[in-house]
T-cell receptor, first 109, second 113 residues
Framework: RKEVEQDPGPFNVPEGATVAFNCTYS??????FFWYRQDCRKEPKLLMS???SGNEDGRFTAQLNRASQYISLLIRDSKLSDSATYLC??????????FGAGTTVTVRA | EAGVAQSPRYKIIEKRQSVAFWCNPI?????LYWYQQILGQGPKLLIQ????????DSQLPKDRFSAERLKGVDSTLKIQPAKLEDSAVYLC???????????FGSGTQLSVL
């Protein structure tokens, strides 16, 4: 089983739609969780950290469910510029980072 | 603020040849990482440095890959000899000690023919 698993998508949504996807992790002792965004042929960039109580950053909402070992990302009012691959990143209890393979989102006009 | 610098941007070599990549992290960032990203996959850690010391190289194929960060600043990653399966983007990232945010360079896209 992979340490971090993501639905690869692609999620193809119209502008203004809401899209949500999950990431599951295998190490129950994982400490920290992040979403990174990677545009086509570009480097990953931190989108947001994921806190235990859930957190929002504008149109983006991240949730953590430790009991079921998954995190989620929800994008409201999708923009064309949200088209990207979203990488789930988990910091294990040995402080090592594990990246998921990414979920591709395409927002169409 | 200057970002993480990497060179070259692209490299095409034949199998069994050697290649080297260079990375200059953000000034003051003690932790430096080299990742390999194969198309369609997430970045895979090759090696992590803390200043000039190796913290984690458990996934580095040491028979062909080597990396150094002699003065605790810039770093080089070398592959010798290259194999077809080494075709990937090699990403360098850095961060400060008190911040978990990784800053990535633009990467070096390697094609092994």
């Amino acid at each position: 089983r992979k340490e971090v698993e993501q639905d690869p998508g692609p999620f193809n949504v119209p502008e203004g739609a809401t899209v949500a996807f999950n990431c599951t992790y295998s190490n129950s002792a994982s400490q920290s969780f992040f979403w990174y965004r990677q545009d086509c042929r570009k480097e990953p960039k931190l989108l947001m950290s994921v806190y235990s109580s859930g957190n929002e950053d504008g149109r983006f909402t991240a949730q953590l469910n430790r009991a079921s070992q998954y995190i989620s990302l929800l994008i409201r009012d999708s923009k064309l510029s949200d088209s990207a691959t979203y990488l789930c990143v988990v910091k294990r209890n040995d402080y090592k980072l594990s990246f998921g393979a990414g979920t591709t989102v395409t927002v169409r006009a | 603020e200057a970002g993480v610098a990497q060179s070259p941007r692209y490299k095409i070599i034949e199998k069994r040849q050697s290649v080297a990549f260079w990375c200059n992290p953000i000034s003051g960032h003690a932790t430096l990482y080299w990742y390999q990203q194969i198309l369609g996959q997430g970045p895979k850690l090759l090696i992590q440095f803390q200043n000039n010391g190796v913290v984690d190289d458990s996934q580095l194929p040491k028979d062909r890959f080597s990396a150094e960060r002699l003065k605790g600043v810039d770093s080089t990653l070398k592959i010798q000899p290259a194999k077809l399966e080494d075709s990937a983007v090699y990403l360098c990232a850095s961060r400060t000690g008190g911040n978990e945010k990784l800053f990535f360079g633009s990467g070096t896209q390697l094609s092994v023919l």
